[in-house]
């Protein structure tokens, strides 16, 4: 087995002084999806902002690629290392899809143009909308947008925080299969996600947060029972 891209260990973290993450410990390596689960509260986001560097670690470590990251600020974790698709999205809406897309490329010293031909080439959606405004595009289509620009900068990891979130079924289909591509190429991918269709075609392992701590770790066709998912997550389905 090869070395992890990301390694958590006993990670802490909070807002002020509520302590949210109480000790969070995994493993993710190159060409895995692993999902998260969990109720709203436990700890999902949060330990998304604390993997990026947008919430500082009260204690644990944090490599991804080899490398002690728990103290780095965002932007370096995320000039090289890690892509970042945050809950909501959070495109520039006043710029258009190739600017968006260009801007990305810059920050992760990358040129602007071929970046955005990757982009088209793994999402072809984009292509029609180059020259479209950011906030004139639909739910789905911004989320495209988010995801190819976090891409941008060739990192080894990729976080998405609910991508699934108020989209289309046909553009949550077309993220599945282009998640699966990216992983084969060796992409590392952690996904917090409450849509269990969406995790069981992408992940192939599922870890389930509660209070802030992992207390399960199981294969994804474990979702397939429905006893699993009422004791963990109080759905069955």
Same mark, same amino acid.
């Given at each position: 087995m090869s070395d992890p891209i990301l390694a958590v260990?006993?990670?802490r973290a909070g807002?002020?002084? &509520? %302590?949210?993450?109480?000790? &969070?410990?995994f493993a993710l390596q190159p060409g895995e999806i692993v999902g998260i689960l969990g109720h709203n509260g436990m700890g999902k986001t949060t330990l998304m902002k604390a993997l990026v560097g947008l919430l500082p670690a009260t204690s644990g470590r944090i490599d991804i690629a080899g490398d002690d990251v728990t103290a780095a %600020?965002?932007?370096? @974790?995320?000039?090289? @290392?890690?892509?970042?698709? %945050? /809950?909501?999205?959070? +495109?520039f809406g006043k710029l258009t899809v190739r600017e968006n897309l260009q801007l990305a490329a810059r920050v992760a010293g990358f040129a602007p143009d071929t970046a955005v031909a990757e982009a088209v080439s793994d999402f072809p959606i984009l292509g029609e909308l180059l020259d479209r405004k950011g906030g004139a595009l639909s739910?789905?289509?911004?989320?495209?947008?988010?995801?190819? @620009? *976090?891409?941008?900068?060739? %990192?080894?990891l990729l976080l998405l925080d609910e991508p699934t979130e108020g989209i289309q079924p046909s553009i949550v =289909?077309?993220?599945?299969? /282009?998640? &699966?591509? #990216?992983?084969a190429?060796? #992409?590392? +991918? !952690?996904?917090?996600? /409450?849509d269990l269709d969406f995790i069981s075609a992408t992940a192939s392992r599922v #870890?389930? #947060? /509660?209070?802030?701590? +992992? !207390?399960? =770790?199981?294969?994804? *066709?474990?979702?397939?029972?429905?006893?699993? +998912?009422? =004791?963990?997550?109080g759905i069955a389905t």
């Open positions: 260990t006993d990670l807002y002020g002084r &509520v %302590p949210v993450l109480l000790g &969070v410990s %600020p965002a932007h370096k @974790r995320v000039r090289r @290392r890690v892509g970042y698709v %945050p /809950q909501g999205r959070q +495109i739910g789905g289509q911004q989320q495209v947008l988010a995801l190819a @620009r *976090a891409l941008c900068g060739k %990192p080894p =289909e077309e993220m599945e299969a /282009q998640l &699966v591509a #990216l992983a190429k060796g #992409l590392g +991918i !952690v996904v917090v996600e /409450q #870890l389930m #947060l /509660q209070k802030g701590q +992992i !207390v399960r =770790e199981m294969p994804v *066709a474990a979702l397939s029972d429905p006893a699993v +998912i009422d =004791e963990f997550m």
